[in-house]
């Protein structure tokens, strides 16, 4: 089985201070790792994923994610945040011998940055 | 490209009455899938395809139906709704590819049953 945690249902940042939202997994095997956003009334969106090789992985919007094996970790990250982050963003995770590609998502972290 | 497309947008049925939610995809990905989003809830898939006429059930099935008779449509039914079916439903679709196993969502069904 495969699950994902995302630990904190909202976290709030001022304009321009680095933002980490945080995820946790726990898999059989090698992980495939993803990040979602979701903007009001919108799909989710990819940001990035970590299939394998450098542990620190950058995707769209200036994000990145660190791959932490030893802590089962895929913590979110931008250095400088923009009140347009602001959203919903969910963390998705697969074994890479999982059939048709199922991932399974967490229950989202809402990001609120405030100018 | 399209991407994924779903219609229609929003739609309100009553208690009992069947529809079918369409989902369309135009990357030639093998994959697709039908989830639910409950309010403050994440995705909780409802079935999946791996290519033309091959379908299973996700975590919640009960409810509802899915064919998949191209690569391209996968849409899916819902029989006698029930309030408990209010929902956001997305349709995704990701290929077997290793540089492309995200997963690519449509812009959702707003459901309500009333």
């Known amino acids: 089985a495969q699950s994902v945690a995302q630990p904190e249902d909202q976290v709030n940042v001022a304009e321009g201070n680095p933002l980490t939202v945080k995820c946790t997994y726990s898999v059989s095997g090698n992980p495939y790792l993803f990040w979602y956003v979701q903007y009001p009334n919108r799909g989710l969106q990819f940001l990035l994923k970590?299939?394998?090789?450098?542990?620190l992985v950058k995707g769209s919007y200036g994000f990145e994610a660190e791959f932490n094996k030893s802590q089962t970790s895929f913590h979110l990250k931008k250095p400088s945040a923009l009140v347009s982050d602001s959203a919903l963003y969910f963390c998705a995770v697969r074994a890479v011998n999982t059939n048709a590609g199922k991932s399974t998502f967490g229950d989202g972290t809402t990001l609120t940055v405030k100018p | 490209n399209a991407g994924v497309t779903q219609t229609p947008k929003f739609r309100i049925l009553k208690i009992g009455q069947s529809m079918t939610l369409q989902c369309a995809q135009d990357?030639?990905?093998?994959?697709m899938y039908w989830y639910r989003q409950d309010p403050g809830m994440g995705l909780k898939l409802i079935y999946y395809?791996?290519?033309?006429?091959?379908?299973d059930k996700g975590e919640v099935p009960n409810g509802y139906n899915v064919s998949r008779s191209t690569t391209e449509d996968f849409p899916l039914r819902l029989e006698l709704a029930a309030p408990s079916q209010t929902s956001v439903y997305f349709c995704?679709?990701?290929?077997?590819?290793?540089?492309?196993?995200?997963?690519?969502f449509g812009p959702g069904t707003r459901l309500t049953v009333t």
């Open positions: 990357m030639n990905h093998n994959y």
């Open positions: 995704a679709s990701s290929s077997p590819d290793r540089n492309t196993y995200e997963q690519y």
């Open positions: 395809s791996v290519g033309a006429g091959i379908t």
């Open positions: 970590y299939i394998t090789g450098d542990n």
